[in-house]
């Protein structure tokens, strides 16, 4: 019997880091995101995709509410998608947590994930 390495199509991925995880983060840490969203369907999406990821999710269902917990939470990043949110912008920006605003052009998953990596790379590097 052949080992199963030889039955792959490609290189053996199991070890490598997928999802919100990277090579130089510690062990058991997943970067929190902060979701604020005012669609209760889009929120809970998200919040599958990410937690599936290996993301810790915290969603709100209000700008007002995410603003009201922002400093006793302090996300990695925070995700929002909403009508106006210049109030969390301006919340999160004395802290330094990188934001990423949910536009219609993002409506493909794939974008808003790679979006939030970028913002949590983006974060690590300038401190």
Do not use: Y
Request: glycine content about 4%; hydrophobic content about 45%; proline content about 10%.
């Amino acid at each position: 019997m052949a080992p199963i390495d030889e039955h792959r199509r490609h290189p053996d991925r199991r070890k490598q880091p997928r999802g919100g995880r990277r090579p130089d983060d510690r062990p058991g840490f997943a970067p929190l995101v902060l979701v604020a969203d005012e669609e209760s369907q889009s929120l809970e999406m998200c919040e599958a995709i990410l937690a599936k990821l290996h993301f810790a999710v915290a969603p709100v269902n209000s700008v007002e509410k995410a603003v009201a917990i922002i400093e006793t939470l302090r996300p990695d990043v925070i995700v929002a998608h909403a009508k106006d949110v210049m109030p969390l912008q301006r919340a999160a920006w004395p802290s330094g947590v990188p934001f990423v605003t949910v536009t219609p052009e993002m409506r493909d998953p794939n974008a808003v994930v790679e979006a939030i990596r970028n913002a949590i790379r983006t974060a690590r590097v300038a401190s």
